[in-house]
């Protein structure tokens, strides 16, 4: 078993680094936070812990939908629980975001025209409404700094440069979203909505990557605290961002330090995301 130390760093996102492991990559999950795209100075403790042992979960339960980049947990000892070892895909140039519920940029855009990346809605729905069905809203993927992009299908296929794949991504997209929000509706949570990212390998052309339903890709929401017309308490880094916008901070770095309350708040809301829909404790 090789020491990270020893791998080749790919690349350090907002979140997770990449390592070259032979042909294939060593995936791990930091406990750095980002907001509006700015990554906080002060980390969450076990976060990453948290998007990856969820990553883990998700992906054996959605294998049966569409093959994952996930092959084992069995990873250098001083990332254990926070790492990977993934297939190293060609990653399509769109994120797959699904929506079963009118919030975030989704509510903005049915404001101002009644429809949501070009797909119609009924007049008349609140905010955090549930969709009639879950509808897929591609967007760019930014470089880091930048803001993603809401986009219609038609400009998606354009940037993919294939409408089949790009239709197959949409069906395989909503069959996960809809697994994902069964499960987690069992446990008395909404998933309101979430991104997928997906590649190919040379034994399949749509295979799902990166994280998948984690409080930082997704929109969790206690379904008892649920009511349209309202914006419910969320599983992920709403609460830090509500911090954040109400010091007044203008989203731009630097960031603000964090305080020991919102940061245990944090972990905590992360931790019981987890508990709760996986059903295993942390």
Not at 237 to 246: H, L, N, S
Request: hydrophobic share 35%; aromatic share 10%; net charge negative.
């Amino acid at each position: 078993m090789p020491a990270v130390a020893d791998l080749k760093l790919l690349y350090s996102g907002k979140v997770r680094e990449a390592y070259e492991w032979d042909d294939d990559l060593l995936l791990v999950a930091s406990d750095r936070i980002s907001t509006y795209d700015v990554v906080m100075p002060t980390p969450i403790p076990d976060k990453g812990k948290v998007l990856n042992r969820m990553s883990v979960f998700w992906f054996g339960l959605t294998a049966d939908i569409v093959p994952n980049h996930f092959i084992s947990e069995d990873v250098p000892e001083e990332v254990t629980e926070r790492a990977m070892r993934v297939k190293r895909l060609e990653m399509y140039p769109v994120e797959c975001i699904v929506r079963g519920y009118l919030t975030g940029s989704g509510w903005k855009e049915y404001q101002e025209g009644g429809a949501v990346c070009g797909i119609e809605l009924p007049p008349g729905l609140l905010e955090s409404d549930r969709l009639p069905e879950p509808i897929f809203t591609p967007s760019t993927k930014a470089e880091i700094g930048d803001h993603d992009e809401n986009v219609d299908f038609d400009r998606a296929a354009e940037i993919i440069g294939d409408r089949a794949l790009l239709e197959e991504l949409r069906r395989v997209s909503i069959e996960v979203y809809k697994r994902g929000a069964e499960q987690a509706a069992a446990h008395g949570i909404l998933l309101a909505d979430t991104k997928f990212e997906f590649g190919r390998d040379a034994g399949a052309e749509v295979v799902l990557g990166d994280e998948v339903l984690t409080p930082d890709s997704s929109r969790f929401w206690p379904a008892d605290r649920w009511e349209p017309g309202k914006t419910p308490p969320s599983f992920d880094k709403q609460y830090v961002r509500d911090w954040a916008t109400g010091q007044g901070w203008d989203k731009k770095p630097p960031a603000p330090e964090l305080p020991a309350d919102v940061v245990e708040q944090t972990r905590a809301k992360y931790v019981e995301a987890y508990e709760r829909i996986t059903g295993q404790s942390f």
